[in-house]
Structure formats: structure tokens, C-alpha cells
């Protein structure tokens, strides 16, 4: 039945309402520091969201006064609950991945090595960024348990997952840096090459380790013809 009403935004907003009451205010500063990593959204669809999810008879709202500031306080239901409890046996969409910056490399032979290079270190520079705030995250969860001790486990293996994202993305862009580092052009007229290993799995270092331990190992057969 909220299946087909709501959206995978408003059990998202459940999921933070299940955790303890919140203003809208509230929820779109959680949303930004936990979900926003694999969920971003726009604020205002935050604001809209609890909305529909009072309508549904998911949630509560009230009135509080800070001076005379008001806020709308926002309680999940037994309704609400029992929703997203039935939401989570429901599958899942595929993942999908946001990177604009990456599409600026996919068309990079309409450009030239410059530009190429540039997105690259465009795409280092933010992952790297990504990465030490999810380290940083990682560290004040470590020491003091972060501002919801009792999810302590899960918020461990969701932010497991996107430490490794972040780490992969780093270390694909230094092998690409490397790889290009002295291209001419980004065709092969030009002075593009296919590095080695780019259509096998696993990064160069770790196919000359393999190579090492087993010498008479048969040849990568993804490794371009030269």
C-alpha cells in the first residue's frame, strides 16, 4: 500500500524519524551528514517529505516554541514503523552513481590531454577530501561511539563501505594519472595509448604481485596487444 505512495526519500525520512523525533531543520542536517553520502536530495524535498508522511498516517507533527521561533516536531507512528519494517523486505533499485566529473573524462577525446588531466585531479582531489572527512567521522565514532551509540554497529557497516568507495575512486585516480602522464593527445593519433591491465581487474601492482608468486602463470589476456 506506502509502497506505491511514497518514495524511497520519505522511508528515508522514516528511517531517521524511527531513530527519535526531529524537526525539519533537524532532518535535513542528518540527512546532509549521514544519508546525503549514498541519498543527497535536495533541502527542500526534506521539507516536503515529512509532510507526506503525516498525511499517511506514518507520522505526527507538532508545534514547539524557542522564543517565539516555531518549529514543527516530527514523531514517527506504530504505522510508520510497521512500514518501514515492511519497506526493507521490498527490493532494492540498482546503484546508481552521480559524477558529473567522470562524464568530463568519459568525452575527454572531445578535448585535449589539458582538460583530461584536469579532471582527473579533480576527481583525486575531491575523493581525497571525501575520504579524510569519512576518516575523520570514522576516528569520533571510534573514540566516542558518534551521537547514536545504539547504531554504533550499522553506521559501521554502511560507513565501511563508502571508506572503500573513496579509497578506490584515490587509488583509480593516481593509476590514471600515471597512465596518461605522458600522453601527447587522448586519441590514438594523437598519442593516447591503452595502459596495460585497464580491462582486467585489479590494479598493475597487484597483477606483477600475482606475477612474482607464479611465474609460469599464462599471460593477462586483457593486456592490450602491443
Known amino acids: 500500500m506506502f509502497r506505491t505512495q511514497l518514495s524511497p526519500t ?23 551528514r549521514t544519508l546525503s553520502w549514498f541519498w543527497p536530495r535536495a533541502a ?12 499517511a ?16 516536531v516530527y514523531e514517527i507512528t506504530e504505522a510508520g514503523r510497521a512500514a518501514l519494517r515492511n519497506w526493507l523486505d521490498t527490493p532494492a533499485a540498482e546503484m546508481r552513481i552521480e559524477f558529473e566529473a567522470m562524464l568530463k573524462v568519459a568525452f575527454a577525446d572531445a578535448g585535449d590531454a589539458t582538460q583530461l588531466r584536469a579532471a582527473i585531479r579533480e576527481i583525486r582531489a575531491d575523493a581525497e577530501a571525501q575520504l579524510a572527512e569519512i576518516l575523520a567521522r570514522s576516528t569520533q565514532y571510534a573514540t566516542t561511539g558518534g551521537p547514536f551509540p545504539d547504531r554504533l554497529p550499522i553506521v559501521a557497516i554502511t560507513g565501511k563501505l563508502l571508506m572503500g ?8 585516480a593516481r593509476w590514471a594519472e ?6 601527447t593527445g587522448v586519441t590514438p593519433a594523437t598519442g ?35
Open 10 to 32: 520519505s522511508f528515508a525520512i522514516l528511517g531517521l524519524l524511527s531513530i527519535q523525533p526531529f524537526t525539519t531543520y533537524e532532518l535535513a542536517q542528518q540527512m546532509d
Open 44 to 55: 527542500s524535498m526534506i521539507y516536503e517529505e515529512p509532510k507526506k508522511l503525516v498525511t
Open 57 to 72: 498516517g506514518l507520522a505526527t507533527s507538532r508545534a514547539t516554541f524557542t522564543g517565539k521561533r516555531r518549529s514543527t
Open 165 to 172: 568507495q573513496y579509497e578506490a575512486v584515490v587509488q583509480w
Open 178 to 183: 600515471n597512465a596518461i602522464g605522458e600522453w
Open 192 to 226: 593516447a595509448t591503452v595502459p596495460p591491465y585497464a580491462f582486467t581487474s585489479g590494479w598493475p601492482a597487484q597483477h606483477a604481485e600475482h606475477t612474482a608468486k607464479h611465474p609460469n602463470a599464462a599471460p593477462n589476456s586483457g593486456s592490450p596487444a602491443r
